[in-house]
């Protein structure tokens, strides 16, 4: 008699995943609805006060909206971002605020990582310097404003009563009223009150870059640049990309500090383009303008920041 071996069943392929019941299924894909409804307190009020108003100004872009009319809204279409094209006084204002942004980003974060570093060090009254760094941070950019008016004053200001004592200046000058002078003076006001976040976040990431690294460096022979640009950079890269791309996002939103200091005088010196949506909706009553303004800034920003953000990180991976 002849006898048949039994057959053996085939060995799973390897690498293949077992198979999942729906459950599982569900929630490897995020769909539990315990997970859902533990999000709902998180996801109302961001649906409610950001992405609701958001989408509620996007829409109103392509509308006549005004103020004071008695005609219902209509739908006009691109009409208000063909007229953008040829608002010159628009688009100045945005080159205003590009150099603002800019300039208030890099020294922001040169002079953050500058009290970063040092903060970071072993010193006496550690404690205290950073608790004293960390005061522009807490103020509020009205009560900011107001004070750095005051430095600023032509006649009862510190700074020209400074100068004029170092005999610097012969004659008193009116910093936020010379067409020349309001941008650069604004832009330092700027970089002071922003400076702190910077300087808390670098240090943070200092604080997390291995002590052990630096020491074989120095065994090794490194000075302090070059610990500093092959240890410590490398490891801070991530935290000064987070930054920059946050203040540069934050500085070109700017309003209240410079609507507190200039109001965009003079002569539109210091108009920011916030500044300019601002007057064409609550001065000038043009909704749907201001509106179609607010897209144009959130569309070139996120553009800028795409191009800035892909570079940084092929940079990072060669």
């Not at 922001?108 to 006496?124: E, T």
């Not at 008016?149 to 910093?175: F, K, P």
């Not at 920041?305 to 892909?310: G, P, S, Y």
Request: glycine content about 8%; some cysteine; proline content about 6%.
């Amino acid at each position: 008699m002849s006898t048949t071996a039994p057959a053996t069943a085939k060995p799973p392929h390897r690498g293949t995943p077992p198979p999942r019941s729906p459950a599982a299924r569900k929630q490897a894909l995020g769909l539990d609805r315990d997970a859902w409804f533990l999000l709902l307190p998180a996801l109302l009020p961001i649906l409610l006060l950001s992405a609701g108003p958001l989408l509620y100004g996007v829409s109103l872009a392509f509308t006549d909206a005004q103020s004071g009319r008695t005609e219902v809204t209509k739908f006009i279409g691109a009409d208000n971002l063909t007229d953008l094209r040829f608002d010159s006084l628009f688009w100045s204002s945005f080159k205003i605020g590009l150099v603002w942004a800019v300039c208030v980003t890099a020294l922001q974060f040169v002079l953050a990582l500058g009290l970063a570093v040092l903060l970071n060090q072993n010193l006496r009254f550690r404690w205290l310097a950073r608790t004293l760094a960390l005061v522009p941070w807490a103020m509020p950019e009205v009560v900011i404003g107001i004070m750095w008016r005051l430095v600023y004053h032509q006649d009862a200001g510190i700074l020209n009563a400074t100068l004029s004592d170092l005999h610097l200046i012969s004659e008193n000058v009116d910093w936020l009223a010379g067409v020349s002078l309001a941008l650069p003076a604004v832009i330092v006001v700027g970089v002071w009150a922003g400076m702190p976040q910077t300087t808390v976040v670098l240090l943070a990431g200092l604080q997390n870059v291995p002590h052990e690294l630096h020491e074989a460096a120095a065994i090794d022979g490194a000075g302090v640049w070059r610990r500093f640009t092959k240890v410590t950079w490398p490891a801070l890269k991530p935290v000064v990309l987070s930054i920059t791309a946050l203040n540069f996002i934050w500085n070109f939103n700017s309003f209240g500090l410079v609507y507190v200091l200039t109001g965009g005088g003079p002569g539109g010196a210091t108009r920011l383009p916030m500044l300019f949506a601002y007057e064409e909706a609550f001065r000038y009553g043009q909704f749907g303008y201001a509106a179609a303004m607010g897209l144009v800034m959130v569309a070139v920003v996120a553009v800028l920041l795409t191009i800035f953000l892909r570079n940084r990180l092929k940079g990072d991976d060669r």
